[in-house]
């Protein structure tokens, strides 16, 4: 159980453009998904917090505007990443956390974005 | 805030111990969980320690202590398939959200 998925698995875009991210939980109920980016061989950075039906919760220093977050129902979220600059290429992963747990987050297997 | 500091880089033999340590300074404490990323992949759950002690998940161990601000992963009978990044991260009490350290690249030798 607790299968994250996430849509696509890899995109290439041209800069400027926007592109969508979904975060899907397959198998159970998302009451908090998280979006992390992470560059080669670092480490997961946070970018945003969202509950289902609110407005996400951005960390320091990303900019809501350029990625917009929407978590419509519990089991989808998704992150759009607008006028994509070549900057933005990254690996973005989701993770989810039902409400019947309290500290494991279920994450999904990434989206590899590439802005040319 | 809250800062996470780990070995950046382990090397070990292929049937061998390691152990790959973690110290957090943080605001409050809720937790410090252990998660695995192979290459290109996403990061698996291995292990979770809200109290002080250590536990045990077949080849995998955790131990945390909190008044060290201290924990561990442990790796026992290594096998080649266990070359990844691990990640310690902490949970803050009262806070959503969980945030990684920057982790520790393991390398298996045969």
């Known amino acids: 159980g607790a299968v994250v998925s996430q849509h696509p698995s890899w995109v290439i875009c041209k800069s400027g453009t926007s592109v969508k991210i979904e975060c899907r939980s397959l198998?159970?109920?998302?009451?908090?998904m998280f979006w992390y980016r992470q560059f080669p061989k670092q480490s997961l950075m946070l970018m945003a917090t969202?509950?289902?039906?609110?407005?996400?919760?951005?960390e320091q220093g990303v900019e809501k505007d350029k990625f917009l977050i929407n978590h419509a129902s519990l089991t989808l979220s998704t992150l759009t990443v607008t006028s994509a600059h070549p900057e933005d290429s990254s690996f973005y992963i989701c993770?989810?956390?039902?409400?019947?747990?309290?500290?494991?987050?279920?994450f999904g297997p990434g989206t590899r974005l590439t802005v040319t | 805030g809250q800062s996470l500091e780990q070995p950046s880089e382990v090397t070990a033999v292929e049937g061998a111990i390691v152990q790959i340590n973690c110290t957090y300074q943080?605001?409050?404490?809720?937790?410090l969980s252990w998660y695995q990323q192979h290459d290109g992949g996403a990061p698996t759950f291995l292990s979770y320690?809200?109290?002080?002690g250590l536990e045990e998940t077949g080849r995998f161990s955790s131990f945390l202590s909190r008044s060290d601000s201290y924990g561990y992963l442990l790796l026992q009978e290594l096998q080649m398939k266990d070359s990844a990044s691990y990640f310690c991260?902490?949970?803050?009490?009262?806070?959503?959200?969980?945030?990684f350290g920057k982790g520790t690249r393991l390398h298996i030798l045969p």
């Open positions: 993770s989810a956390r039902g409400s019947r747990t309290t500290y494991e987050q279920y």
């Open positions: 198998d159970f109920q998302a009451t908090t």
């Open positions: 969202s509950n289902e039906g609110s407005k996400a919760t951005y």
């Open positions: 943080t605001s409050g404490f809720y937790g």
């Open positions: 320690n809200a109290l002080d």
């Open positions: 991260a902490v949970r803050e009490a009262g806070d959503d959200k969980i945030i």
